[in-house]
């Protein structure tokens, strides 16, 4: 199947900074991803739809100006936590969708962000 | 998209079959029911899809009842990799790109 990957897998930051965490379709052209968030022990909640070249689709309660999406190109979608908080720890998962393959969505590995 | 409901977690031996079930009484007719798992912290990993028939592949087997309104993924011989979430969603496949529903799934455990 189709390879997706995010970066970094991990990361750690200071509360008040900003993290990006990348999604990237490594073997198909994606022209919509979708960005997840886990909790420990819950399950995968839909955060936004991201299509490229247009604006990212946000799900009720979620926070555009604090979750920056960007999908400048067919393979690559970008979301910044701006000013993270330790409620935002969390694991991040993306997913891209490959319209080659019957419209099969592929994930990534997640990103776990810690916000001290 | 159609509510599922399946048990919150199974056991099951290795090298046994493993029996998942997963209810989705109000699906509608254009709507698949489909596969994933997640292994502990990593992303969800597709498995299956159908529609009416029953499928199989190299990870599993789905069969779905007559009535659509309930399915078993059939896990044929477990391995303790085999241990994780397993989701079952129904949805709509089309042109549009629809985003997946995850509810709650199931907690698998091969033992030994």
């Known amino acids: 199947g189709a390879v997706v990957s995010q970066h970094p897998s991990r990361v750690i930051c200071k509360s008040g900074t900003s993290v990006k965490i990348e999604c990237r379709s490594l073997?198909?052209?994606?022209?919509?991803m979708f960005w997840y968030r886990q909790f420990p022990k819950q399950s995968l909640m839909l955060m936004a739809t991201?299509?490229?070249?247009?604006?990212?689709?946000?799900e009720q309660g979620v926070e555009k100006d604090k979750f920056l999406i960007n999908h400048a190109s067919l393979t690559l979608s970008t979301l910044t936590v701006t000013s993270a908080h330790p409620e935002d720890s969390s694991f991040y998962i993306c997913s891209a969708r490959d319209p080659e393959s019957s419209d099969e969505q592929f994930f990534g590995p997640g990103t776990r962000l810690t916000v001290l | 998209d159609a509510k599922t409901t399946q048990p919150p977690s199974m056991d099951c031996a290795e090298g046994r079959a493993a029996n998942l079930p997963c209810n989705h009484s109000t699906i509608s007719g254009n709507e698949y029911v489909y596969w994933y798992r997640q292994i502990h912290s990593q992303g969800p990993q597709y498995i299956i899809h159908g529609l009416k028939n029953n499928e199989t592949n190299e990870m599993a087997s789905l069969i779905i009842t007559e009535d659509r309104k309930s399915s078993t993924l059939i896990l044929p011989h477990a391995t303790l990799r085999d241990t994780a979430v397993y989701y079952c969603i129904v949805r709509v496949v089309s042109g549009s790109a629809r985003q997946l529903t995850f509810g709650s799934g199931t907690q698998l455990t091969v033992l030994p």
């Open positions: 991201s299509n490229e070249g247009s604006k990212a689709t946000y």
């Open positions: 073997d198909f052209q994606a022209t919509t």
